[in-house]
């Protein structure tokens, strides 16, 4: 069985991350560009209760499964497809801290 899934959490191979904001209640989900963007001064806040920020690194990997049979998640898409896959994607509601996933329109 492959374990690279049991790896530590930091892996200086990583390239990237994803940085977004989750509501498990309403099932969606914006980007940002910062975890801390509720902490921020004179910005506006998030609209709605149930929001928490999530980071997410790439490449790692997971348990394999049918979407991913060998586990590896190679890109920032690959992470919102397993996580966030059942979960609409909206404006981040401050221009501000809008992030977009390199090849994601």
């Known amino acids: 069985m492959d374990k690279?899934?049991?790896e530590p959490v930091f892996r200086p191979w990583r390239s990237g991350q994803v940085i977004l904001y989750v509501?498990?209640?309403t099932n969606e989900y914006f980007?940002?560009?910062d975890h801390l963007q509720?902490?921020?001064p004179n910005h506006g806040e998030i609209q709605g209760e149930g929001w928490?920020?999530?980071t997410h690194y790439y490449p790692t990997y997971v348990v394999p499964r049918s979407e991913f049979p060998d586990g590896h998640?190679?890109?920032a898409e690959?992470?919102?497809k397993l996580y966030y896959g059942d979960c609409k994607e909206i404006p981040n509601p401050d221009p501000c801290f809008q992030a977009?996933?390199?090849g994601k329109e």
Do not use: E, G, M
């Open 38 to 40: 509720i902490c921020q």
């Open 4 to 6: 690279r899934w049991l």
């Open 52 to 54: 928490v920020a999530c």
């Open 31 to 33: 980007l940002t560009t």
């Open 100 to 102: 977009h996933v390199p």
């Open 73 to 75: 998640l190679k890109t």
């Open 78 to 80: 690959d992470v919102l």
């Open 23 to 25: 509501n498990n209640n």
